[in-house]
């Protein structure tokens, strides 16, 4: 069942999200996965939400959240530039974090994230700075070159989707491989593109993520 929420970040600052359990009589869920969206994408991606739609039979929670108001998301859309703010990402991903550790339904559940283009970096950046409370990061057609010096601070199992048509993002993901210094794996979907259009791509990414969480949550 998914909840529409409004969540306090700070500054003023509120952020639209649904969040969603497990459907059934399954009991508390065993996790909780955060949604980053990125490159212009919000809580309404049909991609992400079919990602969580897996997770959700899968027995995790999910919460999608629009890292952006809808007055920067104008401002984004004209500039380009808060996609890039990987800062600012990450901080309204932390404070998601710490709304969810303090919400009944969610409160004590370990935490992992789940982060789309630019939205792995901000990904990247947020558990590099949770060590303690983030315990797994997927990357789905990820930029973690965007998290900086902050990559290699990462020590989670972190999981790196890519498309096998999607050359230059694969390239930053294998370079990004190295920094990483935790566990790590790179998956490439076979003829997949940046986006995962093709039929079976994103089942695909959905299936790899569904088991990366489950191991780690």
Known sequence: MNQALRVHVGGGVRLDADLALPPGPAGRPHGLVLFAHGSGSSRHSPRNRHVAERLRAAGLATLLADLLTLEEEREDAVTRELRFDIGLLARRLEALSDWAQTDARTEGLPTGLFGASTGAAAALVTAASLPDRVHAVVSRGGRPDL???????????????????????????????????????????PGATHLFEEPGALDEVARLATAWFSAYL
Not at 155 to 170: E, Y
């Open 147 to 189: 998290a900086g010096e902050r990559l290699g601070r990462v020590r989670q199992p972190t999981l790196l989707i890519v498309g096998g048509a999607d050359p230059l993002v694969l390239d930053l993901n294998r370079q990004a491989m190295e920094r990483l210094a935790g566990e790590k794996r790179l998956e490439i979907v």
